[in-house]
């Protein structure tokens, strides 16, 4: 088996929108990517965006209702991973506002306003793309510094 | 549940010890938890020791600027201490530490509290 960076590969998950799902999402995330053997520092950088993705999807795409579909594709294309997380809820009406930090649509659930913050400080690339009353979906891309590269 | 929360009261300071994982779905039995015992005891004070925690995201960031709210508009003075790394760049990115002073361990945490206090 050869180990080539020029290889390719990719995953895709589905599940309820449901919170005991999140740790399931950061987990199954986390377990895909170590094939590339990255840090610890940059394991805990995707675990957490992978958790504000999903906490994003479940409370303001869902409103909390597990009916809803969270769907995550992970793919890795030599050293670079890229991750897209989606739902098909509300969708977010003014994107500049939900960007700034600090900024919560649902301060009564005690918010922090700081997952975009987060995404977009843990991350290369971040990009979100939104349709009010048809979904969210997040693009994120980083680079992770391979240990095994490190070695060579 | 994957996350534990361990109380101690020490006079008017309550500590609390939270061990595992910090996010959305367990936010809020740490939110409960902790303004129960802050109402039920004479607690003046808050000391967070997240020694065991081995993550947290935005939704923990919320609960600790939630409980800081509480704890402040009673009087009283709240701190962090034992954290590591990856916590501690969430801590320091969300600007919690212009508000709340962070300590290495819980005895360094207390009596910076009582100097305070």
């Known amino acids: ?152 | 549940m994957n996350l534990h929360v361990d109380m101690e009261h020490h006079r008017h300071v309550l500590i609390v010890r939270l061990s595992g994982e910090l996010d959305h779905h367990t936010a809020d039995s740490v939110r409960l938890q902790l303004d129960e015992a802050i109402q039920r005891r004479q607690t003046e004070h808050l000391v967070l020791s997240l020694k065991d925690l081995e993550f947290m995201d935005s939704s923990g960031l919320g609960v600790i600027l939630g409980r800081y709210k509480f704890i402040k508009q009673k009087g009283g003075k709240m701190a962090v201490c034992d954290v590591k790394p990856q916590v501690y760049r969430l801590l320091e990115m969300s600007g919690l530490f212009k508000i709340m002073p962070i300590y290495e361990n819980e005895g360094t945490a207390l009596s910076g509290l009582e100097v305070v206090s």
């Open chain 1, 1 to 152: 088996m050869s180990e080539g960076k020029s290889q390719h590969n990719f995953m895709t998950l589905q599940f309820a929108a449901k919170s005991e799902n999140e740790s399931f999402a950061r987990v199954a995330v986390a377990a895909f990517i170590s094939q590339l053997d990255p840090t610890m520092d940059e394991l805990s950088d995707l675990k957490t965006v992978v958790s504000e993705a999903v906490t994003n999807c479940i409370i303001h795409g869902y409103d909390s209702n597990p009916e809803g579909i969270v769907k995550i594709e992970a793919s890795i294309d030599g050293d670079i991973i890229t991750l897209c997380i989606e739902d098909d809820g509300r969708g977010i009406e003014d994107l500049e506002m939900a960007k700034q930090p600090l900024y919560t649509s649902k301060p009564e659930l005690e918010r922090s306003g700081m997952g975009f913050t987060i995404m977009e400080n843990f991350m290369d690339e971040f990009e979100v793309v939104s349709q009010p009353g048809s979904g969210t979906s997040i693009k994120m891309k980083k680079r992770i510094e391979s240990k095994k590269a490190l070695y060579n």
